[in-house]
């Protein structure tokens, strides 16, 4: 018995590190202790002493981890190829930036990241990682409604976005972007008969709560394609009531776009407006309150923005200085250097003066070139394949959805924001995560047959 305990209580701590990594990795931590003056700037390790100190226990913990494992770290660096050649490439870009200084301090962030990944993937198993992700997700989420309900000063977005919740994040893209991803994770560990299964429910209700009021547009788009394609697999495997609610969820984002799109009415602001008018109804039932109306009426400066226009035009002006570095890029963080470097041409022409691409794959382009952006979509391609020859033959398992169900999430972000391939990144650990361990389970099927052995 005494034996035991130690090793409980190593392991115990060992998930308190994870948890604790994945919640300073989603920015959800630095945004409340260490807030960035430029809301959409990658997370740098560097900013202040205490940040850095942090970050470097982070590395330091996760580097002796992998060496502990390094046999095991280089055989799966080894069949990992397009992963590994792309990593290369980041590593060796400074040598061809404009800035060598931030591009290494980026490509420090990025390898550090993508080993916490490695970390992750080779110390625990499928159903353990997913837990601790879902742990780490549940922390966020839930800081990020109680800041945005109690203390709005934090938690609800002023000026251009007035109104608009951010939760625990710097931006409410990133708020959208997590709550978005942690919807996926939730509802697909919630198909499970598990006894934690009706606080994965809550949970992914919670998260669609958070999508819904952080009012981007581009998450309401992502998620009704990722829940759409849940309730299509569920349907095709006569699961009808999960196949309804994943459906529902999506009609659901779908009507908070045409608000948005089509009468500039932000749920949030529909919301507030609800809750201020009941209880003048109950106490005067004859005074006038039109929410709708209400609601238009205090709709922020970007309700009104076209930022699909705005996205095509900022996407032209990039699509013309990455043609002068078309192979290998600018080196990543060697493009959005402000006025000093390439982006000054874009800045010029927007006076918004945007701090990266907003399509996280334009970005990649920019950082690695074309050559790093075909070895991604070629691993890319790959496991899409083998999650759809799965999902047609009927042998998806739970674990198995949960991560194509991320991984589909992260992708379709990517389309709108730009969030591959950063620095101290949550999302493109996950990325990395759901890559490795949906190999892993392809492997296990190709060694085993069509189910794993009993």
Aim: hydrophobic fraction near 50%.
């Amino acid at each position: 018995m005494n034996l035991t305990q130690p090793s409980q209580r190593l392991q115990r701590q060992e998930h308190v590190f994870v948890i604790f990594a994945l919640m300073l990795y989603s920015r959800a931590l630095l945004s409340v202790f260490f807030p960035s003056p430029t809301p959409g700037e990658a997370v740098a390790a560097s900013d202040t002493p205490i940040k850095l100190s942090i970050f470097l226990v982070i590395y330091a913990v996760t580097g002796i981890a992998l060496l502990s494992q390094w046999r095991a770290a280089i055989n799966l660096a080894l069949q990992e190829k397009c992963l590994t050649l792309l990593l290369l490439l980041a590593v060796l870009s400074p040598l061809w930036s404009v800035d060598p200084a931030e591009s290494i301090e980026k490509m420090v962030g990025i390898c550090a990241c993508t080993g916490f990944g490695l970390y992750l993937v080779l110390r625990f198993s499928i159903d353990d990682v997913l837990v601790l992700l879902a742990i780490a997700f549940g922390l966020v989420c839930t800081a990020s409604f109680i800041a945005a309900v109690f203390i709005p000063s934090i938690g609800v977005m002023h000026g251009v976005h007035e109104g608009l919740w951010s939760g625990v994040f710097s931006h409410k893209n990133y708020l959208a972007t997590m709550s978005s991803v942690g919807g996926s994770l939730f509802f697909s560990l919630g198909l499970d008969k598990s006894p934690h299964r009706w606080g994965y429910i809550v949970f992914f209700s919670l998260c669609m709560i958070l999508v819904v009021m952080a009012g981007s547009k581009s998450a309401y788009i992502s998620w009704s394609v990722v829940f759409v394609c849940l309730s299509v697999f569920l349907f095709m495997n006569k699961r009808v009531r999960p196949a309804i609610v994943a459906s529902l969820a999506a009609v659901a984002m779908l009507g908070c776009l045409s608000l948005q799109m089509q009468y500039k009415i932000m749920p949030s602001l529909l919301v507030s407006e609800t809750v201020k008018c009941v209880p003048k109804k109950l106490s005067n039932p004859m005074q006038s309150c039109n929410i709708v109306k209400n609601a238009q009426a205090i709709a922020p400066i970007g309700a009104h923005l076209d930022t699909g226009s705005g996205r095509l035009r900022l996407w032209g002006h990039v699509w013309e200085q990455y043609k002068q570095h078309p192979t290998f890029g600018y080196g990543v963080g060697g493009f959005w250097l402000g006025k000093k470097g390439p982006s000054s041409y874009v800045w010029e022409r927007e006076p918004w003066h945007p701090p990266h691409a907003h399509n996280g794959f334009i970005d990649l382009a920019l950082s690695v070139g074309a050559v790093g952006f075909l070895l991604l979509i070629i691993r890319l391609v790959i496991a899409i394949y083998r999650v759809l020859t799965a999902a047609w033959q009927r042998r998806l398992t739970t674990p198995a959805v949960a991560l194509a169900a991320m991984l589909a999430t992260v992708l379709l972000r990517n389309l709108g924001e730009s969030v591959l391939l950063r620095p101290n990144s949550l999302v493109w650990i996950v990325l990395i995560i759901c890559l490795l361990l949906l190999e892993r389970i392809a492997s296990s099927e190709t060694k085993y047959g069509m189910h794993k052995p009993s």
